[in-house]
């Protein structure tokens, strides 16, 4: 089924189908799974049952396209556009002609399975791991045997053995594609599911340890604690879905008006009326992110769309606050990776 959606800012999202998410308009952040992604543009988003999204900004419009035949996600080819392994999976629009072609000219169509097909040829194309598709059939394997697995009191060894069983090293595989181990691997996915049952159950947090595959509550909550900052009963009162603390929306939409001329937390804290220090710990808290990033996010944002309208660097530079155009190339780069030429070539290619 294909919606069009004009989000509300901080509303919780479930994921009950196989679910394409494609940002028509809107500018900011969006969260999924408890991380904020600041680059989203051009992006088509794959998003699996029982994750979550949420926008930090109320001038979304999005569409939703929900995939009503799960059979063909039994597919190993297809399992790569869901089953997110680092961050977030997608396949960039900029890159994929074709991508581009269906959702132009099928808006609301209900045919949905020549997306799948199209942007799974896509993510392969993509590669983002530099591995072959036989080294990505086996290093989804053991994604999915972790979302098998995770629950249960595995040692790191029985989990090893489990995805060595076919006599293929997937450990070494997965270390040197990915960057992590098997068992950071597992401990992310762990907590991903405790942030899930603590923000959004209301189970007491001794049972959730014991689900999450510990069997001392204290060292769970030392654990989560070390690993967010807070402890499980703060983490719950901070994310509390169900009443959406307008704090979120106040800061965002200022950083929206000011981030071109203000670049200071002293002026943020100001207008908030909060110490830097409690507005910066509040961000973090509430936003799982810095009260910088937010504001550096905003500024890449505002860049990319100005250089995509072929804007000459030196007036974006100027509109942004930049006292010098290389000062502003310097800053874009180290952000995106790219300079803006590069960035308005790749636009003007696209």
Known sequence: MVTKLLPEIEKVYFIKKYTLIH????SGTIQVD???????????????????IKFLSDDFVVR???FPDETMFRNKDVRVLFKHLISLGYIDFAECDDCQKFLNRSIFSENTEEIIDISSKQWYWQ??????KNEYQ???DVKEVIDDQFPNHLTNAELVNLVNENGIDAQALVQKKIGLSINKLLSKKRLIESKRNIAFTDKNIQEISYEMGFKDAAYFNRVFKNTTGNTPKEFRSNFDFEKRDIFVQDIIELIQTHHKEQ???EFYADKMNLSVKTLSKKTRDKLNTSLGQLIRSELINSSKMRLAEETPIHEVAHQLGFE???????FFKHYTGKTPTAFQAEKYNS
């Not at 940002?23 to 809107?26: A, F, W, Y």
């Not at 590669?127 to 072959?132: D, E, I, M, T, V």
């Not at 010098?324 to 310097?330: D, I, L, Q, Y």
């Open 127 to 132: 590669n983002p791991f530099q591995a072959s």
């Open 23 to 26: 940002i028509l308009s809107g």
């Open 34 to 52: 408890f991380e904020n992604y600041f680059d989203w543009q051009d992006k088509a988003i794959y998003l699996e049952k029982g994750q979550y």
């Open 64 to 66: 939703k396209i929900e």
């Open 263 to 265: 670049r200071a937390l």
């Open 138 to 140: 086996i290093i989804f």
């Open 324 to 330: 010098e155009p290389n000062h502003f190339s310097n």
